[in-house]
């Protein structure tokens, strides 16, 4: 059975020292977000990892009003649709302007190496940990929230990287999705995390879901905290954990291991 990432002294002192370096040569990432609502992120991004890295300088965030690239006096950014239907759809035209403003293009083949830019949609591709992992090699990540019925198709078609869902169900907008990608991605930078080697360990990250955790006390209502994890043999924790893993992805996810 592969031994889990740091299962040695040694192994964990070597990948303590590669993340070390790696958060010493990276630039912070800068994250745009294009929104109706800007100040439905304010609050959040005061608290948790997305606090914590914005402190330690791994990354910029800043939420960016759609209607400031609006051109009527109006500010509207939807319209009907055409062939009919119910709701409104978001214009092509600011979200194209947005976009040209933060990155320098208006076509997704002109997008500086480094940048994505993030369409949240429900016909996206579901965001996972690969994904996440992803956005956080980049300098510059722009999530655009889509609103009403929908974002205007010649958007994901012509100036979009990527379209991304956060799972199989409809939200009302965009914005809580962005948080999500937001979280994803911020926790995989290395120095987000209380614990180097936190992010490396986590459920998805090796094709699993996480070990089970344990903390005092040692017994409670009869149930007690496996032995293993008690005897403080680093090795025979670790393959504890590994199989305790293998186990449980069996039962809840087992479509992991396919």
């Known amino acids: 059975m592969t031994p889990l990432i740091g299962e040695t002294e040694d192994e964990r002192v070597d990948l303590k020292s590669k993340i070390r370096n790696l958060k010493s040569k990276m630039k912070p990432l800068r994250v745009d977000i294009i929104t109706i609502f800007p ?115 010649r958007v994901a078609d012509a100036v979009v990287t990527d379209e991304i869902s956060i799972g199989d169900y409809v939200l009302s907008g965009g914005e809580p999705a962005a948080l999500v990608v937001i979280d994803a991605t911020l926790r995989l930078l290395p120095g987000a995390l209380g614990s180097e080697t936190s992010a490396v360990t986590e459920s998805f990250s090796d094709g699993m879901l996480d070990y089970p955790h344990y903390t005092r006390p040692p017994e409670f209502e009869g149930m007690r905290v496996p032995e293993v994890l008690l005897t403080g043999n680093h090795a025979e924790i670790a393959r504890w954990r590994r199989e305790a893993a293998l186990e449980k992805t069996k039962r809840n996810r087992p479509d992991l291991l396919k």
């Open 39 to 153: 100040d439905y992120f304010r609050a959040v991004f005061d608290y948790g990892i997305i606090r914590r890295a914005r402190a330690a300088g791994l990354v910029t965030i800043e939420a960016h009003d759609l209607r400031a690239w609006t051109s009527d006096k109006h500010h509207v950014v939807d319209d009907r649709p055409f062939g009919g239907g119910d709701g409104m759809v978001m214009k092509p035209e600011p979200i194209f302007a947005a976009v040209k403003s933060l990155t320098g293009a208006n076509r997704r083949e002109t997008v500086p190496p480094g940048t994505r830019v993030v369409l949240l949609s429900p016909q996206g591709q579901t965001l996972t940990q690969a994904s996440a992992a992803e956005f956080a090699k980049c300098e510059h990540v722009i999530l655009i929230c889509g609103r009403y019925e929908g974002v205007d198709e």
